[in-house]
């Protein structure tokens, strides 16, 4: 079995792989976060994006950052200038 490689949030201006995941890891059962490595398949741990409320700049000019909504994150474009 091949290990899966680390996913990317698309830029939402032009589609493009932008926002590579941070890390791997879970919520324990009271809510708080297992980190676990890179490298790490286990079966209770998933891609993991941080919102760190940097922007990334991307090659079409937009500036984009990481959102986390409920345990979901997204790419989103935001005003500032990276």
Do not use: Q
């Not at 708080?32 to 891609?47: A, P, T």
Request: net charge negative; with cysteine; hydrophobic share 35%.
């Amino acid at each position: 079995m091949k290990a899966k490689e680390r996913p990317f949030l698309h830029c939402p201006e032009c589609d493009a792989p932008l926002i590579a995941a941070d890390g791997r890891g879970r919520l324990d059962g009271a809510g708080n976060e297992i980190r676990h490595g890179l490298d790490c398949r286990c079966r209770w741990c998933d891609w993991w994006w941080w919102d760190t409320g940097e922007s990334v700049p991307c090659a079409c000019g937009a500036a984009v950052r990481v959102f986390v909504d409920e345990g979901h994150a997204y790419a989103s474009a935001c005003e500032e200038k990276p």
